[in-house]
């Protein structure tokens, strides 16, 4: 009864690379939600997508970030061309019903991410 | 904009005691509310969801209230033991944007053995 995969655990770039980080929902969940977490902040939210489709990226930062949630596979988060201030925890969530219900999120552990 | 406020942001008490810990938003229209828990290095586990037409809700030692028109929302946590040792987090997610919850920035507690 997996809860909300997300990997890798902890990732490590230079400054220009590029990170990938994944999640995979809950089984049965079609809603998928990112948050990031800067060192001495509180979490903040970034994206929300459904399957195929992006439904609110009114948190994302506009350049470098992408989000995407196939039809088939994991959710990924991309960010191009990694900065120090990229440093973070990143988290998913996910649910089974999208906006209008009161069923909780589920969080998966975080990625976190250091920008050397 | 939604503020959520979060105070004291670390306490520390005895085992055995009693404690409450307090969240404050400036927005009343809110869709629900909820209570986390987060454990260094884990993600987020939730703990209790009140939507805006509740007052309260309960499990085991925990009771989460909810007072709207003050802004406020508390987590009571009965008979503390050290395992309830986390950082615990409210977060709001408003009428309109019910999928996007603002967070509070934490309340660190330690329960002391």
């Known amino acids: 009864n997996a809860g909300v995969m997300q990997n890798p655990r902890h990732l490590v770039r230079r400054r220009g690379q590029e990170a990938r980080l994944r999640c995979s929902p809950v089984k049965g969940h079609s809603h998928v939600y990112w948050y990031r977490q800067l060192p001495e902040e509180g979490l903040k939210f970034m994206v929300y997508?459904?399957?195929?489709?992006?439904?609110?990226e009114s948190g994302m930062p506009k350049e470098r970030f992408s989000a995407e949630f196939p039809k088939e596979g994991p959710s990924i988060l991309r960010i191009q061309q990694v900065v120090r201030g990229d440093s973070a925890a990143y988290f998913c969530a996910s649910s089974r019903q999208g906006s209008g219900y009161n069923s909780p999120l589920h969080f998966g552990n975080g990625t976190r991410l250091t920008v050397t | 904009k939604q503020e959520v406020t979060q105070i004291p942001a670390a306490l520390s008490v005895p085992e055995g005691e009693n404690l409450v810990l307090n969240c404050s938003f400036t927005?009343?229209?809110?869709?629900?509310l909820q209570w986390f828990r987060q454990d260094p290095g884990k993600g987020l586990t939730s703990l209790l969801l009140i939507q805006s037409s509740q007052r309260e809700q309960t499990s085991g030692r925990l009771n989460a209230s909810l007072d709207k028109s003050s802004g406020r929302s508390t987590l009571y946590i009965a008979a503390s033991q050290p395992g309830d040792s986390a950082t615990y987090l409210c977060?709001?997610?408003?009428?309109?944007?019910?999928?996007?919850?603002?967070f509070g920035s934490g309340t660190q507690l330690t329960v002391l053995p």
């Open positions: 927005d009343s229209a809110i869709y629900n």
């Open positions: 977060a709001l997610s408003l009428s309109g944007s019910a999928r996007q919850l603002t």
């Open positions: 997508l459904q399957k195929e489709n992006i439904i609110d």
